[in-house]
C-alpha cells in the first residue's frame, strides 16, 4: 500500500513533548499492565506503537486519556496531567471497540460532536462520513462495523485534537477504506500538526506512515525514537554459520537477534563499528526491526517474564531452524 510520505514536524524549542510517562505503572489486581514505563513522544509526530496482544497498549493509551489512574509513576500530556480540563480539550482518543451510542442516527452523532467540543470542525467530520456513503440519518447501531468505525475517526477528527491516540483503529475496515482514512489521518497531522499516536499489529502498514515507533514488551518501552534513526542505528548481518552461540566476530557489537536457517546465519544488530567483512552487511527495513525486537525478551529476561531495565546491551535471541 503507497502512501504519501509523512510531512516533517519539528517542535519549537521548549514546547513540552506530546506525552510523557516516568516510571509509570499500572497493576490489575496481581498482574502489572505496564511496569517502569519510560516514554517521551515529540509533539507533531505520527507514531506507531506496537507489541503483542498484553503488551500494555490499550492500558498505556488509557491512562494518557485521563480513564485509568496509573499505580505508580507519572503521566503528562504537554505538560499537564491528563484529567485536567485544559489537557482534555486538546486530546481524543479512540479506543478498539470504538464505543458509539447505538440508537442515534449519524447526523445525530456529529451534532453531539458538535455540541460537546468547542473547537469542532462540522466539515472535517461530515467529509468523512460522506465519502463512506454514509446517510445522514441512518441509526450507528445498523451500520457495519467499518462504517461504525468511520463515525468513531469523524467524530475524533472533528474535535481538532492536538493529541490524537487511536488504537487498533483500522482493523475492521477494508483496504480501501483504509487506504483512504490512513490518508485522511496524514494530511490532518500535516495541515494541523497534530500529534498522532495509533497502535497496529498490521507492520508493513507503517512503512511510509509514522516517522516516529515505540515497541512495548510485557509492560515497558522496549525500543523507541524517530524511524530514520533506527534504521540508521540498526544494520542485518547475514553470513555463514559457523556453530552453536554467538559468533565470535560479532560479540563486540550490540545483536538485537541471531536467527540460523540452515547454513546461514542472520543477525539483527546495533553496530559498535565495523563489521568484520565475512558478513554481508545491509540497511534494514522498518518491519526487520520491529520484528526482530518483538521476538526477543528484553534484557536479561525470559520472553514471558517482566523484562528488565530498557538501558544496556540488547538480549540476544537465537531462532534456529534446521
Not at 452523532?109 to 462520513?129: D, M
Request: net charge neutral.
Amino acid at each position: 500500500m503507497n502512501h504519501p510520505e509523512p510531512a516533517p514536524h519539528h517542535r519549537p524549542a521548549g514546547q513540552s513533548p506530546a506525552l510523557e510517562t516516568v516510571g509509570l505503572g499500572l497493576k490489575y489486581r496481581r498482574s502489572w499492565a505496564l511496569r517502569g514505563c519510560e516514554f517521551r513522544l515529540p509533539a507533531g509526530r505520527i507514531s506507531a506503537l506496537v507489541g503483542p496482544n498484553g503488551a500494555g497498549k490499550s492500558t498505556l493509551m488509557a491512562v494518557a486519556a485521563g480513564l485509568l489512574a496509573p499505580t505508580e509513576g507519572s503521566v503528562a500530556v504537554f505538560g499537564g496531567g491528563p484529567r485536567e480540563p485544559g489537557t482534555i480539550r486538546r486530546t481524543a482518543y479512540l479506543r478498539q471497540d470504538k464505543p458509539l451510542y447505538p440508537r442515534l442516527t449519524v447526523a445525530e452523532a456529529l451534532r453531539a460532536g458538535r455540541e460537546l467540543n468547542p473547537g469542532w470542525s462540522q466539515e472535517t467530520a461530515e467529509r468523512i462520513v460522506r465519502h463512506g456513503g454514509l446517510p445522514p440519518d441512518a441509526r450507528v447501531g445498523t451500520l457495519t462495523a467499518g462504517q461504525r468505525t468511520r463515525v468513531a475517526l469523524a467524530l475524533v477528527l472533528g474535535k481538532r485534537p492536538d493529541l490524537l491516540m487511536l488504537d487498533e483503529p483500522l482493523a475492521d475496515v477494508d483496504p480501501v477504506a483504509r487506504q483512504e482514512l490512513t490518508g485522511i489521518l496524514m494530511a490532518e497531522a500535516a495541515e494541523h500538526g497534530t500529534t498522532i499516536l495509533i497502535s497496529s499489529h498490521v507492520l508493513a502498514e507503517l512503512n511510509g506512515v509514522c516517522d516516529h515507533v515505540t515497541v512495548l514488551q510485557d509492560g515497558r518501552i522496549r525500543v523507541t525514537g524517530d524511524v530514520e534513526d533506527l534504521l540508521d542505528s540498526h544494520r542485518l548481518a547475514v553470513g555463514v554459520d559457523e556453530g552453536d552461540g554467538l559468533p565470535a566476530d560479532l560479540a563486540r557489537h550490540d545483536i538485537v537477534e541471531l536467527r540460523r536457517t540452515g547454513r546461514q546465519a542472520t543477525a539483527l544488530l546495533k553496530p559498535a563499528g565495523p563489521v568484520d567483512p565475512r558478513w554481508d552487511v545491509s540497511r534494514p527495513g522498518l518491519e526487520d526491526i520491529l520484528i526482530g525486537y518483538l521476538r526477543t525478551p528484553a534484557p536479561g529476561a525470559p520472553a514471558a517474564s517482566v523484562p528488565g531495565p530498557v538501558a544496556g546491551p540488547a538480549a540476544v535471541r537465537e531462532v534456529s531452524a534446521r
